[in-house]
């Protein structure tokens, strides 16, 4: 049973930094792709970055510069800093699990597994 949780997220200002955490169990996949996405309410889940088992990165043009994606392989988490946060930032954020590296095209349908979420609020 693959399980992902999320922690990390939380309240800051403007330009502040927060760093979430994936702590993922249960997957035996031998390549892979572990993603971030965000949400707000009323809009679709949005890809942020992605890494996959051979430790390639991607990101979305909004987060380049200002997040950054990384593995833990021993521990099997994967973290997200995130720097120069902005207020357009604010929404909850998913890690999600992928077999295989298409998850690298930071596409929703390529992640088979989600976890519950984490919120960030970035205040002006």
């Known amino acids: 049973q693959v399980q992902l949780v999320e922690s990390g997220g939380g309240s800051v200002q403007s330009g502040g930094s927060l760093r979430l955490s994936c702590a993922a169990s249960?997957?035996?996949?031998?390549?892979?792709?572990m993603g971030w996405f965000r949400q707000v309410p009323g809009k679709e889940r949005e890809g942020v970055a992605a890494?996959?088992?051979?430790?390639?990165?991607s990101y979305t043009d909004f987060v380049k510069g200002r997040f950054t994606i990384s593995q833990d392989n021993a521990k099997n988490i994967v973290y997200l800093q995130m720097n120069s946060l902005k207020p357009e930032d604010t929404a909850m954020y998913y890690c999600?699990?992928?077999?295989?590296?298409?998850?690298?095209?930071?596409?929703?349908?390529?992640?088979?597994?989600w976890g519950q979420g984490t919120q960030v609020t970035v205040s002006s």
């Open positions: 890494i996959d088992s051979d430790g390639a990165m």
């Open positions: 249960g997957y035996t996949y031998r390549t892979y792709c």
């Open positions: 999600a699990v992928s077999s295989g590296t298409y998850g690298l095209a930071l596409l929703y349908e390529s992640y088979d597994h």
